[in-house]
């Protein structure tokens, strides 16, 4: 998929974790190699559910912090807040003219809160309010305002950019063939990555392990993740333990192999085994890490790229919006 526009909004509501890291920044990282990427923090998609600004701002810089200490390619990736480009505010609520009130009520996550509402037996639209109601149009003026052919999104996530196209579609029917139909990207598929315990690492569930948590927590938290209770002697299955299906992403081959060989051959305990683990993720991790915290400590140098990044991002928002007022309002 090489020189294609590539984009992608990452939302500011936790810090991120090993299942994100694995999921989904490793790939975007290396599509950055390649690639013209748009990569911003969805700041003003987190407003709906997050009422307190230093949480979003806290977020938004581990965010950034992060991709940049993994050493995403600045030269090919603009990396900005989303809520720094004005024409994403005049476009989503320009957009709002063409979409169908019908296919906002089709939103998995709006019709999710809808069913438990009425299983409740409470009025249907009970804690939702309009930001969470219209997100889909506001993702699709993230997409179409910067040409994207390519969303690389999670599965959660296919329906809003089929939405996106939907919406470009009759804009474009209304209008003339104004937007490139976007194609979401479901990332490279490296399974579901379990958490500490056992279930689907997630912020939800409480089992993260912080992708850039210092030496001495990630120690302590990878020697938390729950095992069964066989002895050091007996066989394991590694297809079953979550300690080696981290291992395997951050192993090469053959490590992976010997690994996999320890756990069926028996005579490792799950101590062990865990050790192993903390090192190996420890020195994978150990030198951006090192960078990620020296940019938490040095903010300014963080807010020089997003703000460069912002300008940049604005030059080809600020076309596209042109365009569509004078299409629109002539
Ligand atoms: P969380 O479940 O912690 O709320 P998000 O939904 O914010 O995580 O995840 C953002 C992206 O990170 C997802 O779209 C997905 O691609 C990836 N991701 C998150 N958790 C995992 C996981 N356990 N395994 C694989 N990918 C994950
Ligand atoms: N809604 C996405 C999420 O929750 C984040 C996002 C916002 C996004 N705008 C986007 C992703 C545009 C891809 C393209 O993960």
């Given amino acids: 998929m090489d020189n294609k526009i590539v984009l992608t909004g990452i939302k500011p509501t936790g810090t991120p974790h090993l299942g994100n890291y694995i999921g989904a920044l490793k790939s975007l990282i290396k599509c950055a190699e ?40 600045l030269e090919n990736a603009v990396l900005f807040r989303q809520s720094d480009v004005n024409a994403v505010y ?12 019908g296919l906002m009520n089709r939103a998995h996550s709006y019709k999710a809160i809808v069913e438990k ?13 309009m930001g ?5 149009v506001l993702m699709a003026a993230d997409i179409l305002l910067y040409n994207s052919d390519i969303v690389p999104v999670g599965a959660d996530q296919k329906q809003h950019v089929e939405f996106a196209r939907d919406i470009a579609g009759y804009f474009n029917n209304t209008y003339g063939e104004i937007f490139k139909m976007p194609e979401p990207v479901i990332g490279e598929d490296n399974g579901i990555i379990p958490g500490l315990d056992g279930r689907k690492m997630s912020k939800s569930y409480d089992n993260t392990i912080p992708l850039f948590a210092p030496e001495n ?23 079953e333990s979550t300690i080696f299906q981290l291992y395997t992403h951050f192993a090469n081959e053959a490590e ?8 069926t051959d028996g005579g490792m305990g799950y101590g062990t085994a865990k050790t192993i683990l903390f090192e190996k993720i420890n020195s994978s991790l150990a030198k951006a890490r090192e960078k990620y915290e020296y940019l938490m400590n040095n903010k300014a140098e963080i807010d020089t790229i997003l703000q460069k990044g912002a300008e940049q991002a604005s030059v080809v928002a600020d076309k596209t919006i042109k365009h569509v007022k004078k299409v629109m309002l002539g």
Wanted: no cysteine; aromatic share 8%.
């Fill in 90 to 101: 005049q476009l989503s609520n320009l957009l709002m003219n063409v979409t169908p009130k």
């Fill in 132 to 136: 969470l109601y219209t997100y889909p």
């Fill in 34 to 73: 390649t690639n013209k990427t748009f990569v911003f923090i969805a700041d003003l998609h987190a407003l709906n559910l997050i009422k307190d600004a230093s949480k979003i701002r806290q977020y938004s810089y581990e965010i950034a912090g992060m991709l940049i200490a993994l050493g995403l390619n």
């Fill in 256 to 263: 992976t192999a010997e690994f996999r060989k320890m756990f």
């Fill in 117 to 129: 509402n009425t299983e409740s037996g409470i009025d249907i639209d009970s804690g939702v309010n």
């Fill in 217 to 239: 927590e990630l120690k302590k938290k990878i020697m938390r993740i729950i095992t069964d209770s066989k002895t050091p002697e007996e066989p394991k299955n590694p297809d």
